[in-house]
């Protein structure tokens, strides 16, 4: 959608200024160029915002959303700024809106085993909330000591159990929604099944903030399991590792929670960052496998079974984590790989394509081929269970033009690559800024015509969050 926006002159900052309670805005320079981007990196990506709100309530957040439609002022809404899409940008200035103090766990509900909470929280608080009661949430992003609930649906986030339990959307039952005119309207709620009118849960999961602010989130709960193990699996090199996820998922006859992938150089990056060393850090790759059960036997059973078929097909080793701080090291290696990139690599570009299991070995090698091609310095990580591999290319020798242009090549090879394989651009990082001009690469004519059209029924004004997937 083509908009033009109005600009965010000294009487409407003034009028804009006086909707917030309590002086719950910012304009101060440095404070603004926090909300200017988020954990993509590049200074194309960034955008300052005029003004940055922090509504405590729904009713604020429709009387900002009543006035920026009548006024035309583009609104982005914001959550941790974690987000590897660009998806949180301002991209034409005006207001960004923090939902950073909309943050209370409103409701715990044992008896429908739901949590209702404001976009604001904390996934780790929510984890933490349901174990504390014998239950799971099983939203489970590597950021989740920092990613806010609210980004985590806008994004339907991923993360470590998706191969077991589905991404974020899996577990929204319902939602409340600023819509962008103002208006406040409920969908789903704590009804297991709801087919009465279309599916608007799922319409809003994954939506980027482009078609509404979600205010309520009601989640499911699901009963956590007593025993768990991981095992920590080397390979001599990804090939081997990689080859063997698709056959452990048809043949083992049981799904792990968890299926997670390293190469050797993210395990080189990542141990440099934690100043530690994992075991047989000089394999080829890594697999991490989670296992859960209720009975310690059936457990005991499976982590053999799974073991004995990882060392027949090419496991060097398999490291059985059975107690709380090992498996904790094991998992802090894996969760810090995306900060130990950024903060060893000012310029890099962190990947998320997603192809049908079968296909992860076919791709491996074309990241490979790719790599060498434009000679790019590459780590590969990711869920590989779900077919969802993070191909990063760091920046070691460019300039920062000649960067811009390689990778723009490595990327349309590589999406191309992946396409064919019958996969696709993002599998949890969303599309935001960063993937926008792709997305024709992958979705027909008729689709994107349909995307536009969703849009503008939602926003027919263009104010949410403009210069995004729709636009
Ligand atoms: C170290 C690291 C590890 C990560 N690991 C994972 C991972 O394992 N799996 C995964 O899926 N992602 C991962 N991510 C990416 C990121 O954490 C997720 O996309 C997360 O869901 C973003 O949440 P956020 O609160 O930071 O959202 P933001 O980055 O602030 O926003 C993301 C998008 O959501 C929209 N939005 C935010 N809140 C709302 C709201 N209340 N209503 C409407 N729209 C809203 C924004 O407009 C934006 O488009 C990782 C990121 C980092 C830095």
Request: hydrophobic share 40%.
């Amino acid at each position: 959608m083509k908009a033009s926006y109005n600009r965010l002159t000294e009487a409407r900052m003034r009028e804009l200024q006086a909707l917030m309670a309590h002086r719950n805005f910012t304009v101060d320079p440095e404070r603004l160029n926090v909300y200017s981007h988020d954990e993509v990196s590049g200074e194309k990506y960034r955008f300052l915002p005029d003004i940055v709100l922090y509504p405590e309530t729904t009713e604020q957040i429709a009387e900002i959303m009543k006035w920026a439609s009548k006024n035309k002022i583009p609104v982005t809404p914001r959550g941790a700024g974690t987000g590897l899409s660009g998806g949180a940008v301002p991209v034409f200035s005006g207001i960004v809106l923090s939902l950073e103090r909309m943050n209370r766990i409103l409701e715990f509900d044992k008896e429908t085993l739901t949590i209702t909470v404001e976009p604001g929280v904390v996934t780790d608080e929510i984890q933490k909330a349901a174990k504390s009661a014998g239950l799971l949430y099983a939203g489970d992003p590597c950021s989740s000591d920092a990613s806010f609930i609210g980004g985590n649906v806008a994004e339907n986030a991923g993360g470590n159990k998706v191969i077991k339990y589905g991404a974020t959307g899996r577990h929204v039952m319902g939602l409340e929604v600023v819509l962008p005119d103002g208006n406040i309207v409920q969908f789903g709620g704590k009804r297991v099944k709801d087919v009465t009118g279309y599916d608007f849960v799922n319409l809003m999961v994954g939506s980027e903030g482009t078609l509404g602010i979600i205010t309520k989130i009601i989640l499911r709960l699901v009963p956590l399991s007593k025993y768990l193990v991981d095992l920590l699996v080397p390979f001599k090199d990804v090939e081997t590792a990689i080859a063997f996820v698709p056959k452990m998922i048809t043949q083992a006859k049981l799904l792990p929670a968890s299926i997670e992938f390293m190469d050797h150089a993210s395990l080189t990056l990542t141990g440099r960052f934690l100043n530690s060393k994992l075991p047989y850090a000089d394999a080829g790759a890594h697999l991490i496998i989670e296992l859960e059960e209720n009975d310690k036997e059936v457990l005991f059973d499976e982590y053999v079974r799974i073991g004995e078929m990882c060392l027949k097909n090419g496991a060097l080793e398999v490291f059985v984590a059975d107690n709380r701080n090992t498996r904790e090291k094991i998992w802090k290696a894996r969760k810090a790989i995306a900060e130990a990139v950024s903060s060893f690599y000012p310029e890099f570009c962190m990947e998320d394509i997603v192809i049908p299991i079968n296909r992860i070995p076919q791709i491996m090698e074309k990241v490979g081929a790719i790599s060498e091609r434009y000679q790019l310095e590459t780590i590969n990580f990711g869920h590989a269970g779900d077919g969802n591999i993070h191909v990063t290319f760091l920046n070691d020798r460019y300039t920062p033009e000649q960067w811009e242009k390689t990778v723009e090549k490595a990327l349309e090879d590589l999406y191309r690559e992946t396409v064919l394989l019958g996969g696709t651009l993002s599998g949890e990082h969303g599309i935001g800024l960063k993937r926008k001009k792709y997305l024709s690469a992958v979705l027909s004519p008729a689709v994107l015509e349909l995307t536009r059209r969703i849009k503008a029924a939602f926003d027919p004004t263009g104010i949410l969050n403009p210069g995004k997937i729709a636009d």
